[in-house]
Protein backbone atom coordinates (compact mmCIF):
# COMPACT_ATOMS: atom_id res chain seq x y z
CA UNK A 1 0.00 0.00 0.00
CA UNK A 2 2.81 2.38 1.25
CA UNK A 3 4.99 1.45 -1.80
CA UNK A 4 6.92 4.70 -3.64
CA UNK A 5 6.51 5.38 -7.19
CA UNK A 6 10.24 5.03 -7.70
CA UNK A 7 10.15 1.34 -6.70
CA UNK A 8 7.00 0.97 -8.76
CA UNK A 9 8.55 2.23 -11.85
CA UNK A 10 12.10 0.87 -11.09
CA UNK A 11 11.60 -2.40 -12.79
CA UNK A 12 10.42 -0.38 -16.24
CA UNK A 13 12.47 1.69 -16.87
CA UNK A 14 14.67 1.63 -19.89
CA UNK A 15 17.60 3.65 -20.80
CA UNK A 16 15.91 6.52 -23.11
CA UNK A 17 13.74 7.13 -19.87
CA UNK A 18 16.85 7.40 -17.98
CA UNK A 19 18.48 9.98 -20.25
CA UNK A 20 15.62 12.03 -20.71
CA UNK A 21 14.70 12.17 -16.75
CA UNK A 22 18.37 13.08 -15.81
CA UNK A 23 18.48 16.11 -18.71
CA UNK A 24 14.67 17.32 -17.52
CA UNK A 25 16.63 16.97 -13.43
CA UNK A 26 19.66 19.43 -14.22
CA UNK A 27 17.45 22.10 -16.14
CA UNK A 28 15.16 22.05 -12.49
CA UNK A 29 18.06 22.15 -10.61
CA UNK A 30 19.22 24.77 -12.38
CA UNK A 31 15.68 26.46 -11.94
CA UNK A 32 15.72 25.35 -8.05
CA UNK A 33 19.13 26.97 -7.41
CA UNK A 34 18.07 31.15 -7.41
CA UNK A 35 14.77 29.73 -5.54
CA UNK A 36 16.22 28.24 -2.88
CA UNK A 37 19.05 31.03 -2.00
CA UNK A 38 15.79 33.04 -1.87
CA UNK A 39 13.27 31.35 -0.43
CA UNK A 40 16.46 30.55 2.45
CA UNK A 41 17.09 34.02 3.10
CA UNK A 42 13.63 35.50 2.95
CA UNK A 43 12.54 32.36 5.89
CA UNK A 44 14.79 34.44 8.25
CA UNK A 45 17.55 31.87 7.59
CA UNK A 46 21.12 31.80 5.86
CA UNK A 47 20.88 31.12 2.28
CA UNK A 48 23.31 27.77 2.33
CA UNK A 49 19.70 26.63 4.66
CA UNK A 50 17.84 26.89 1.68
CA UNK A 51 19.99 24.80 -0.77
CA UNK A 52 19.96 22.08 1.86
CA UNK A 53 17.13 21.93 1.95
CA UNK A 54 15.92 21.41 -1.72
CA UNK A 55 19.11 19.00 -1.83
CA UNK A 56 18.09 16.74 1.14
CA UNK A 57 14.32 16.97 0.96
CA UNK A 58 13.95 16.79 -2.71
CA UNK A 59 16.24 13.74 -3.18
CA UNK A 60 13.66 11.98 -0.35
CA UNK A 61 10.22 13.62 -1.80
CA UNK A 62 11.27 11.90 -5.17
CA UNK A 63 12.89 8.70 -3.64
CA UNK A 64 9.78 7.85 -1.26
CA UNK A 65 6.98 9.99 -2.98
CA UNK A 66 3.46 8.59 -4.49
CA UNK A 67 4.12 11.13 -7.29
CA UNK A 68 6.01 10.18 -10.54
CA UNK A 69 7.26 13.87 -11.05
CA UNK A 70 6.95 15.89 -7.81
CA UNK A 71 9.82 18.12 -6.91
CA UNK A 72 10.70 19.07 -3.14
CA UNK A 73 12.16 21.74 -1.49
CA UNK A 74 11.49 25.19 0.27
CA UNK A 75 8.62 27.18 -0.63
CA UNK A 76 7.20 30.51 -0.54
CA UNK A 77 4.32 28.73 1.41
CA UNK A 78 6.67 28.48 4.37
CA UNK A 79 8.74 32.02 4.41
CA UNK A 80 6.04 33.81 6.93
CA UNK A 81 5.46 30.96 9.36
CA UNK A 82 9.44 30.02 9.85
CA UNK A 83 10.30 33.24 9.47
CA UNK A 84 8.04 33.75 12.82
CA UNK A 85 9.07 30.46 14.78
CA UNK A 86 13.11 31.82 13.96
CA UNK A 87 11.73 35.49 15.72
CA UNK A 88 10.48 33.81 18.31
CA UNK A 89 11.92 30.22 19.01
CA UNK A 90 15.21 30.55 17.11
CA UNK A 91 16.78 28.20 14.76
CA UNK A 92 16.32 25.07 17.67
CA UNK A 93 13.15 25.97 18.01
CA UNK A 94 12.19 26.00 13.78
CA UNK A 95 14.08 22.79 13.79
CA UNK A 96 11.94 21.18 16.60
CA UNK A 97 8.99 22.79 14.88
CA UNK A 98 10.00 21.05 11.44
CA UNK A 99 10.73 17.45 12.67
CA UNK A 100 7.74 17.37 14.65
CA UNK A 101 5.38 18.54 11.36
CA UNK A 102 7.05 15.90 9.71
CA UNK A 103 5.94 13.38 12.39
CA UNK A 104 2.59 15.10 11.77
CA UNK A 105 2.87 14.18 8.12
CA UNK A 106 4.12 10.46 8.27
CA UNK A 107 0.75 10.01 11.24
CA UNK A 108 -1.68 11.60 8.57
CA UNK A 109 -0.28 9.29 5.72
CA UNK A 110 -0.42 6.32 7.52
CA UNK A 111 -4.07 7.41 8.59
CA UNK A 112 -5.15 7.63 5.31
CA UNK A 113 -5.59 11.45 5.77
CA UNK A 114 -4.50 11.32 1.92
CA UNK A 115 -8.37 11.88 0.70
CA UNK A 116 -9.18 14.07 3.47
CA UNK A 117 -6.86 16.63 3.14
CA UNK A 118 -8.56 17.28 -0.29
CA UNK A 119 -11.95 18.44 1.09
CA UNK A 120 -10.60 21.88 2.54
CA UNK A 121 -12.25 24.34 1.13
CA UNK A 122 -11.31 26.26 -1.88
CA UNK A 123 -12.16 30.06 -0.81
CA UNK A 124 -9.57 29.09 2.35
CA UNK A 125 -6.84 27.73 0.14
CA UNK A 126 -6.97 30.65 -2.34
CA UNK A 127 -7.55 32.89 0.89
CA UNK A 128 -3.87 31.69 2.86
CA UNK A 129 -2.00 31.70 -0.71
CA UNK A 130 -3.03 35.15 -1.57
CA UNK A 131 -2.36 36.68 2.04
CA UNK A 132 0.75 34.73 1.21
CA UNK A 133 1.91 36.12 -1.47
CA UNK A 134 1.15 39.76 -0.05
CA UNK A 135 3.38 39.40 3.15
CA UNK A 136 6.09 37.98 0.71
CA UNK A 137 5.87 41.05 -1.70
CA UNK A 138 6.09 43.04 1.44
CA UNK A 139 9.22 41.27 2.64
CA UNK A 140 11.22 42.47 -0.18
CA UNK A 141 10.72 46.46 -0.78
CA UNK A 142 13.96 46.68 1.99
CA UNK A 143 15.98 44.70 -0.21
CA UNK A 144 14.66 46.05 -3.80
CA UNK A 145 14.73 49.61 -3.12
CA UNK A 146 18.27 49.21 -1.01
CA UNK A 147 16.45 50.50 1.81
CA UNK A 148 19.35 49.12 4.26
CA UNK A 149 16.95 49.62 7.22
CA UNK A 150 17.31 47.22 9.96
CA UNK A 151 15.04 45.84 12.31
CA UNK A 152 12.32 45.84 10.59
CA UNK A 153 8.86 45.34 12.16
CA UNK A 154 7.16 42.41 12.00
CA UNK A 155 3.36 43.81 11.67
CA UNK A 156 2.21 44.18 8.10
CA UNK A 157 0.68 47.73 8.80
CA UNK A 158 3.57 48.66 10.93
CA UNK A 159 6.13 47.49 8.39
CA UNK A 160 4.80 50.01 5.48
CA UNK A 161 4.85 52.97 7.61
CA UNK A 162 8.15 52.41 8.54
CA UNK A 163 8.92 51.52 4.94
CA UNK A 164 7.26 55.16 3.95
CA UNK A 165 8.99 56.90 6.83
CA UNK A 166 12.50 56.01 5.09
CA UNK A 167 11.45 55.73 1.45
CA UNK A 168 14.05 58.40 0.76
CA UNK A 169 17.00 56.60 1.75
CA UNK A 170 16.31 54.05 -1.04
CA UNK A 171 19.84 53.22 -2.98
CA UNK A 172 19.26 53.79 -6.48
CA UNK A 173 22.31 51.61 -7.71
CA UNK A 174 20.41 48.78 -6.07
CA UNK A 175 16.93 49.89 -7.70
CA UNK A 176 18.10 49.88 -10.69
CA UNK A 177 19.81 45.91 -10.50
CA UNK A 178 16.10 45.36 -8.44
CA UNK A 179 14.18 46.87 -12.31
CA UNK A 180 16.76 45.28 -14.72
CA UNK A 181 16.80 41.66 -12.78
CA UNK A 182 12.62 42.40 -12.60
CA UNK A 183 12.57 43.00 -16.88
CA UNK A 184 14.70 39.96 -17.16
CA UNK A 185 12.76 37.70 -15.75
CA UNK A 186 9.25 38.68 -17.16
CA UNK A 187 10.67 39.10 -21.01
CA UNK A 188 13.51 36.57 -21.11
CA UNK A 189 10.85 33.87 -21.61
CA UNK A 190 10.26 35.62 -24.82
CA UNK A 191 13.52 34.59 -26.15
CA UNK A 192 13.98 31.32 -24.36
CA UNK A 193 11.74 28.63 -22.10
CA UNK A 194 14.68 26.40 -21.31
CA UNK A 195 16.74 28.52 -19.53
CA UNK A 196 14.89 30.50 -16.51
CA UNK A 197 14.62 33.82 -16.42
CA UNK A 198 15.73 33.88 -13.11
CA UNK A 199 19.41 32.66 -14.07
CA UNK A 200 20.04 35.06 -16.42
CA UNK A 201 18.99 37.89 -14.12
CA UNK A 202 21.36 36.37 -11.73
CA UNK A 203 24.53 36.24 -13.89
CA UNK A 204 24.02 39.75 -15.67
CA UNK A 205 23.11 41.47 -12.48
CA UNK A 206 26.48 39.84 -10.02
CA UNK A 207 28.56 40.02 -13.67
CA UNK A 208 26.99 44.37 -13.79
CA UNK A 209 27.64 44.50 -9.63
CA UNK A 210 31.29 43.19 -9.66
CA UNK A 211 32.50 44.50 -13.08
CA UNK A 212 31.34 48.14 -12.14
CA UNK A 213 31.89 48.01 -8.50
CA UNK A 214 28.31 48.46 -7.65
CA UNK A 215 27.30 49.93 -3.91
CA UNK A 216 24.67 47.07 -3.60
CA UNK A 217 24.23 44.52 -1.06
CA UNK A 218 25.05 40.86 -1.87
CA UNK A 219 24.92 37.78 -0.13
CA UNK A 220 28.75 38.06 1.30
CA UNK A 221 28.18 41.64 2.62
CA UNK A 222 25.41 40.05 4.79
CA UNK A 223 25.87 36.57 5.52
CA UNK A 224 29.75 35.88 4.81
CA UNK A 225 30.48 33.22 2.27
CA UNK A 226 28.09 30.24 1.49
CA UNK A 227 29.84 26.78 2.83
CA UNK A 228 30.93 24.32 0.36
CA UNK A 229 29.46 21.49 1.97
CA UNK A 230 26.82 19.89 3.29
CA UNK A 231 26.84 20.33 7.67
CA UNK A 232 27.45 17.18 9.78
CA UNK A 233 24.55 15.84 10.82
CA UNK A 234 23.13 17.33 14.11
CA UNK A 235 19.99 17.43 16.60
CA UNK A 236 18.19 20.16 18.40
CA UNK A 237 18.04 20.47 21.84
CA UNK A 238 14.56 19.15 23.44
CA UNK A 239 12.72 21.27 25.68
CA UNK A 240 9.24 20.18 26.72
CA UNK A 241 7.80 23.81 27.36
CA UNK A 242 9.72 24.94 23.63
CA UNK A 243 7.62 22.00 22.34
CA UNK A 244 4.50 22.93 23.67
CA UNK A 245 4.20 26.04 22.87
CA UNK A 246 5.62 24.99 19.14
CA UNK A 247 2.65 22.20 18.30
CA UNK A 248 -0.04 24.68 16.56
CA UNK A 249 3.57 26.57 14.41
CA UNK A 250 4.21 22.71 13.53
CA UNK A 251 0.65 21.75 12.78
CA UNK A 252 0.35 25.00 10.25
CA UNK A 253 3.64 23.55 8.77
CA UNK A 254 2.33 19.95 8.15
CA UNK A 255 -1.14 21.26 6.86
CA UNK A 256 0.71 23.51 4.77
CA UNK A 257 2.75 20.76 3.30
CA UNK A 258 0.40 18.67 2.86
CA UNK A 259 -2.10 20.76 0.73
CA UNK A 260 0.57 22.03 -1.57
CA UNK A 261 2.39 18.93 -1.73
CA UNK A 262 -1.08 17.13 -3.44
CA UNK A 263 -1.80 19.82 -5.02
CA UNK A 264 1.37 20.04 -6.68
CA UNK A 265 0.83 16.12 -7.40
CA UNK A 266 -2.98 16.66 -8.85
CA UNK A 267 -1.83 19.76 -11.18
CA UNK A 268 1.13 16.79 -12.44
CA UNK A 269 -1.57 13.99 -12.62
CA UNK A 270 -3.45 16.71 -14.93
CA UNK A 271 -0.21 17.19 -17.08
CA UNK A 272 1.08 13.76 -17.41
CA UNK A 273 -2.11 11.82 -17.41
CA UNK A 274 -0.94 9.66 -14.30
CA UNK A 275 -2.31 8.99 -10.57
CA UNK A 276 -0.23 10.12 -7.59
CA UNK A 277 -0.71 7.83 -4.28
CA UNK A 278 -1.91 10.64 -1.69
CA UNK A 279 -0.95 8.71 1.04
CA UNK A 280 2.81 7.34 0.17
CA UNK A 281 3.35 11.09 -0.40
CA UNK A 282 2.22 12.47 2.76
CA UNK A 283 4.58 9.91 4.29
CA UNK A 284 7.73 11.19 2.34
CA UNK A 285 6.74 14.50 2.77
CA UNK A 286 7.08 13.62 7.02
CA UNK A 287 10.35 11.99 6.34
CA UNK A 288 12.11 14.56 4.46
CA UNK A 289 10.81 17.48 6.96
CA UNK A 290 11.98 14.67 9.54
CA UNK A 291 15.36 14.77 7.80
CA UNK A 292 15.78 18.32 6.58
CA UNK A 293 16.48 20.26 9.94
CA UNK A 294 18.89 17.15 11.13
CA UNK A 295 21.23 18.80 8.40
CA UNK A 296 20.80 22.65 8.62
CA UNK A 297 17.27 22.26 6.23
CA UNK A 298 14.30 24.46 6.62
CA UNK A 299 10.71 22.86 6.02
CA UNK A 300 10.12 20.85 2.81
CA UNK A 301 7.05 20.49 0.55
CA UNK A 302 6.17 19.78 -2.74
CA UNK A 303 6.71 22.76 -5.61
CA UNK A 304 4.26 23.41 -7.81
CA UNK A 305 6.38 25.47 -10.43
CA UNK A 306 9.12 23.31 -10.40
CA UNK A 307 7.07 20.08 -11.00
CA UNK A 308 5.98 22.12 -13.95
CA UNK A 309 8.98 23.08 -14.97
CA UNK A 310 10.25 18.90 -14.77
CA UNK A 311 7.30 17.88 -16.76
CA UNK A 312 7.65 20.30 -19.29
CA UNK A 313 10.91 19.35 -20.12
CA UNK A 314 10.42 15.85 -20.19
CA UNK A 315 10.91 14.46 -16.55
CA UNK A 316 8.51 11.34 -16.65
CA UNK A 317 9.76 9.19 -13.07
CA UNK A 318 11.42 10.26 -9.70
CA UNK A 319 15.17 10.48 -11.33
CA UNK A 320 14.87 13.58 -12.34
CA UNK A 321 14.15 14.60 -9.18
CA UNK A 322 16.71 12.77 -7.47
CA UNK A 323 18.92 13.97 -10.20
CA UNK A 324 17.93 17.51 -9.33
CA UNK A 325 19.04 17.44 -5.65
CA UNK A 326 22.33 16.10 -7.00
CA UNK A 327 22.83 18.82 -9.38
CA UNK A 328 21.97 21.25 -6.63
CA UNK A 329 24.34 19.54 -4.41
CA UNK A 330 27.29 19.68 -7.49
CA UNK A 331 26.14 23.47 -7.14
CA UNK A 332 27.06 23.92 -3.99
CA UNK A 333 30.00 21.71 -3.90
CA UNK A 334 31.79 23.29 -6.76
CA UNK A 335 30.28 27.36 -6.89
CA UNK A 336 29.11 27.98 -3.79
CA UNK A 337 32.05 30.73 -3.63
CA UNK A 338 30.24 32.30 -6.82
CA UNK A 339 27.04 32.83 -5.57
CA UNK A 340 27.83 34.68 -2.26
CA UNK A 341 28.45 37.88 -5.10
CA UNK A 342 24.71 37.36 -6.14
CA UNK A 343 22.66 41.21 -5.16
CA UNK A 344 20.54 40.89 -2.62
CA UNK A 345 18.00 43.50 -5.06
CA UNK A 346 18.21 40.59 -7.89
CA UNK A 347 16.87 37.83 -4.99
CA UNK A 348 14.16 40.60 -4.01
CA UNK A 349 12.88 40.74 -7.38
CA UNK A 350 12.84 37.48 -8.29
CA UNK A 351 10.85 36.58 -4.95
CA UNK A 352 8.33 40.00 -6.32
CA UNK A 353 7.65 37.31 -8.99
CA UNK A 354 7.00 34.61 -6.58
CA UNK A 355 4.74 36.86 -5.08
CA UNK A 356 3.17 37.82 -8.33
CA UNK A 357 2.52 34.32 -9.74
CA UNK A 358 1.38 32.69 -6.13
CA UNK A 359 -1.09 35.78 -5.32
CA UNK A 360 -3.90 33.85 -8.03
CA UNK A 361 -5.45 37.29 -8.60
CA UNK A 362 -7.78 35.73 -11.42
CA UNK A 363 -8.95 33.05 -9.38
CA UNK A 364 -9.06 35.98 -6.10
CA UNK A 365 -11.36 37.88 -8.39
CA UNK A 366 -13.47 35.14 -9.60
CA UNK A 367 -14.40 34.40 -6.34
CA UNK A 368 -14.93 37.45 -5.52
CA UNK A 369 -18.49 36.85 -8.01
CA UNK A 370 -19.35 33.33 -5.84
CA UNK A 371 -21.97 33.38 -3.45
CA UNK A 372 -21.40 35.49 -0.57
CA UNK A 373 -20.86 32.80 2.10
CA UNK A 374 -17.78 32.00 -0.11
CA UNK A 375 -16.33 35.52 -0.18
CA UNK A 376 -16.38 35.76 3.44
CA UNK A 377 -14.73 32.73 4.37
CA UNK A 378 -11.79 33.95 1.05
CA UNK A 379 -11.39 37.51 2.90
CA UNK A 380 -11.33 36.73 6.45
CA UNK A 381 -8.80 33.65 5.75
CA UNK A 382 -6.95 36.38 3.44
CA UNK A 383 -6.72 39.49 6.24
CA UNK A 384 -6.31 36.99 8.98
CA UNK A 385 -2.94 35.75 7.10
CA UNK A 386 -1.85 39.46 6.41
CA UNK A 387 -2.81 41.54 9.49
CA UNK A 388 -2.47 39.16 11.82
CA UNK A 389 -0.91 35.04 11.52
CA UNK A 390 -1.16 32.31 9.17
CA UNK A 391 -1.74 29.55 12.24
CA UNK A 392 -4.77 32.07 13.24
CA UNK A 393 -6.18 32.48 9.32
CA UNK A 394 -5.85 28.36 8.64
CA UNK A 395 -7.57 28.03 11.84
CA UNK A 396 -10.54 30.76 11.55
CA UNK A 397 -11.18 29.67 7.91
CA UNK A 398 -11.84 26.47 8.28
CA UNK A 399 -13.67 27.04 10.91
CA UNK A 400 -15.83 29.59 9.47
CA UNK A 401 -15.97 27.39 6.16
CA UNK A 402 -17.55 24.39 7.82
CA UNK A 403 -19.96 27.01 10.05
CA UNK A 404 -21.23 28.39 6.82
CA UNK A 405 -21.57 24.81 4.96
CA UNK A 406 -23.48 23.69 8.07
CA UNK A 407 -26.00 26.37 7.84
CA UNK A 408 -26.15 25.46 3.71
CA UNK A 409 -27.04 22.32 5.13
CA UNK A 410 -29.37 22.67 7.51
CA UNK A 411 -31.35 25.32 4.70
CA UNK A 412 -30.97 22.38 2.14
CA UNK A 413 -32.06 19.91 4.50
CA UNK A 414 -34.88 22.09 5.49
CA UNK A 415 -37.27 21.46 1.94
CA UNK A 416 -36.38 18.28 1.62
CA UNK A 417 -34.55 17.89 -1.61
CA UNK A 418 -31.48 16.31 -0.83
CA UNK A 419 -31.21 12.36 -1.57
CA UNK A 420 -27.87 12.05 -1.35
CA UNK A 421 -24.92 12.82 -3.29
CA UNK A 422 -23.56 10.53 -6.73
CA UNK A 423 -25.84 7.96 -5.85
CA UNK A 424 -26.63 5.46 -8.51
CA UNK A 425 -30.20 6.68 -10.63
CA UNK A 426 -31.05 3.41 -12.04
CA UNK A 427 -31.49 1.86 -8.50
CA UNK A 428 -34.63 4.80 -7.68
CA UNK A 429 -37.66 4.28 -8.70
CA UNK A 430 -37.95 7.14 -10.91
CA UNK A 431 -39.91 7.35 -14.29
CA UNK A 432 -37.81 9.90 -15.56
CA UNK A 433 -34.49 7.87 -14.90
CA UNK A 434 -31.96 8.21 -17.65
CA UNK A 435 -32.14 3.88 -17.52
CA UNK A 436 -35.49 4.74 -19.36
CA UNK A 437 -34.42 7.46 -22.04
CA UNK A 438 -32.49 6.47 -25.26
CA UNK A 439 -28.88 7.41 -24.64
CA UNK A 440 -26.85 7.89 -28.36
CA UNK A 441 -23.78 6.20 -28.08
CA UNK A 442 -20.68 8.39 -27.68
CA UNK A 443 -22.75 10.44 -24.72
CA UNK A 444 -22.59 10.29 -20.85
CA UNK A 445 -25.15 11.13 -18.52
CA UNK A 446 -23.59 12.03 -15.30
CA UNK A 447 -26.16 13.18 -12.52
CA UNK A 448 -25.65 15.04 -8.93
CA UNK A 449 -27.99 14.63 -6.51
CA UNK A 450 -27.94 17.08 -3.68
CA UNK A 451 -25.95 20.64 -3.38
CA UNK A 452 -22.72 21.27 -5.41
CA UNK A 453 -20.26 21.90 -2.72
CA UNK A 454 -17.03 20.82 -2.23
CA UNK A 455 -17.38 17.59 -0.91
CA UNK A 456 -19.49 16.76 -3.65
CA UNK A 457 -17.27 18.35 -6.23
CA UNK A 458 -14.42 16.33 -5.15
CA UNK A 459 -16.55 13.07 -5.58
CA UNK A 460 -17.74 14.05 -8.89
CA UNK A 461 -13.63 14.89 -9.49
CA UNK A 462 -12.90 11.30 -8.44
CA UNK A 463 -15.50 9.91 -10.79
CA UNK A 464 -14.38 12.15 -14.11
CA UNK A 465 -10.88 10.74 -13.45
CA UNK A 466 -12.02 7.18 -13.49
CA UNK A 467 -12.91 8.09 -17.18
CA UNK A 468 -10.74 6.00 -19.47
CA UNK A 469 -11.84 7.66 -22.86
CA UNK A 470 -13.95 10.60 -23.26
CA UNK A 471 -17.34 10.60 -24.62
CA UNK A 472 -18.34 12.72 -27.68
CA UNK A 473 -20.87 14.58 -25.42
CA UNK A 474 -21.18 15.14 -21.74
CA UNK A 475 -24.50 15.61 -20.47
CA UNK A 476 -24.25 17.11 -16.54
CA UNK A 477 -27.94 16.73 -15.02
CA UNK A 478 -28.44 18.99 -12.65
CA UNK A 479 -32.14 18.85 -11.36
CA UNK A 480 -31.21 18.18 -7.78
CA UNK A 481 -28.61 21.00 -7.22
CA UNK A 482 -30.15 23.56 -5.76
CA UNK A 483 -26.88 25.39 -5.08
CA UNK A 484 -23.39 25.47 -5.89
CA UNK A 485 -20.22 26.99 -4.64
CA UNK A 486 -16.77 28.53 -5.91
CA UNK A 487 -15.37 24.37 -5.23
CA UNK A 488 -17.97 23.52 -7.47
CA UNK A 489 -17.88 26.01 -9.85
CA UNK A 490 -14.21 25.80 -9.93
CA UNK A 491 -14.56 21.89 -11.37
CA UNK A 492 -17.31 23.25 -14.10
CA UNK A 493 -14.07 25.25 -15.11
CA UNK A 494 -11.83 22.84 -15.19
CA UNK A 495 -14.15 20.58 -16.99
CA UNK A 496 -14.71 23.15 -19.63
CA UNK A 497 -10.99 23.48 -20.04
CA UNK A 498 -10.49 19.62 -20.06
CA UNK A 499 -13.44 19.24 -22.49
CA UNK A 500 -11.81 21.65 -25.15
CA UNK A 501 -8.46 19.64 -25.08
CA UNK A 502 -10.93 15.99 -25.64
CA UNK A 503 -13.09 17.33 -27.96
CA UNK A 504 -15.98 17.04 -25.52
CA UNK A 505 -19.51 18.80 -25.59
CA UNK A 506 -20.96 19.74 -22.48
CA UNK A 507 -24.73 20.24 -21.81
CA UNK A 508 -26.29 21.14 -18.87
CA UNK A 509 -29.70 19.97 -17.63
CA UNK A 510 -32.23 20.72 -15.56
CA UNK A 511 -30.17 23.41 -14.09
CA UNK A 512 -31.78 26.08 -10.91
CA UNK A 513 -32.03 29.28 -10.33
CA UNK A 514 -28.71 29.62 -7.84
CA UNK A 515 -26.25 27.69 -9.66
CA UNK A 516 -27.73 29.48 -13.04
CA UNK A 517 -26.84 32.74 -11.41
CA UNK A 518 -23.54 31.71 -9.62
CA UNK A 519 -22.80 30.24 -13.59
CA UNK A 520 -23.21 33.70 -14.87
CA UNK A 521 -21.56 35.70 -11.70
CA UNK A 522 -18.85 33.19 -12.36
CA UNK A 523 -18.51 33.85 -16.13
CA UNK A 524 -19.23 30.32 -17.01
CA UNK A 525 -22.62 30.44 -18.62
CA UNK A 526 -21.13 32.04 -21.77
CA UNK A 527 -18.38 29.50 -21.44
CA UNK A 528 -20.47 26.61 -21.69
CA UNK A 529 -23.25 28.37 -24.16
CA UNK A 530 -26.76 29.29 -23.48
CA UNK A 531 -28.16 26.31 -26.61
CA UNK A 532 -26.46 24.03 -24.08
CA UNK A 533 -28.20 24.58 -21.29
CA UNK A 534 -31.74 22.82 -21.01
CA UNK A 535 -34.67 22.42 -18.46
CA UNK A 536 -34.82 18.74 -19.21
CA UNK A 537 -33.21 15.58 -19.83
CA UNK A 538 -35.35 15.07 -23.17
CA UNK A 539 -33.62 18.12 -24.87
CA UNK A 540 -30.58 17.79 -23.90
CA UNK A 541 -30.45 14.27 -25.51
CA UNK A 542 -31.89 15.76 -29.01
CA UNK A 543 -28.93 18.32 -28.44
CA UNK A 544 -26.45 15.51 -27.98
CA UNK A 545 -27.98 14.07 -31.59
CA UNK A 546 -27.96 17.18 -33.29
CA UNK A 547 -24.05 17.38 -32.48
CA UNK A 548 -23.29 14.00 -32.75
CA UNK A 549 -25.37 14.42 -36.59
CA UNK A 550 -28.41 11.82 -35.62
CA UNK A 551 -32.30 12.43 -36.18
CA UNK A 552 -33.81 13.57 -33.07
CA UNK A 553 -36.57 11.12 -31.62
CA UNK A 554 -40.16 11.89 -31.06
CA UNK A 555 -41.07 13.25 -27.31
CA UNK A 556 -42.44 10.47 -25.08
CA UNK A 557 -45.58 10.49 -24.37
CA UNK A 558 -45.23 11.52 -20.37
CA UNK A 559 -42.85 14.31 -21.96
CA UNK A 560 -45.48 17.03 -20.39
CA UNK A 561 -45.82 15.93 -17.07
CA UNK A 562 -42.04 15.54 -17.05
CA UNK A 563 -41.73 19.39 -18.35
CA UNK A 564 -44.89 20.19 -15.56
CA UNK A 565 -42.70 18.30 -12.79
CA UNK A 566 -38.98 20.04 -13.43
CA UNK A 567 -40.73 23.24 -13.55
CA UNK A 568 -42.27 23.23 -10.13
CA UNK A 569 -38.55 21.58 -8.56
CA UNK A 570 -37.01 24.44 -10.88
Known amino acids: MFKPKFFVLLPKLDRATIMKDISAGILVGIVALPLAIAFGIASGVSPEKGLITAVIGGFIVSFLGGSRVQIGGPTGAFIIIVYGIVQQYGINGLMLATMMAGVILIIMGLAQFGQIIKFIPYPVVVGFTSGIAVVIFSSQINDFFGLGLQNVPADFVDKWIYYFQNITSYNLQALIIALLSLLIIIFWPKVSKKIPGSIIAIFVSTFLAQFFGLNVETIESR ?49 IGGKHKSNVELVAQGVANVASPLFGGIPVTGAIARTAANIKNGGRTPIAGITHAVTLLLIMLLFGEWAKLIPMATLAAILVMVAVNMSEYHVFRRILKSPKSDVIVLLTTFGLTVIFDLTVAIEVGMILAVILFMRRMANEANINIIRGEMQDEEEKEDINSISKKSVPPGVEVYEINGPMFFGAATKFKELMMEMETPPKVMILRMRNVL ?88
Open 223 to 271: FGSIPSSIPALSFPALNYHEMKGLIMPATTIAILAAIEALLSAVVADGM
Open 483 to 570: AIDATGLNLLSEIIAENKKTGTHLLLSGVHAQPLFALTQYNLLDEIGEENIFGNIDDSLDRARVLLGMPKVGRPADFKSEVQREKSEN
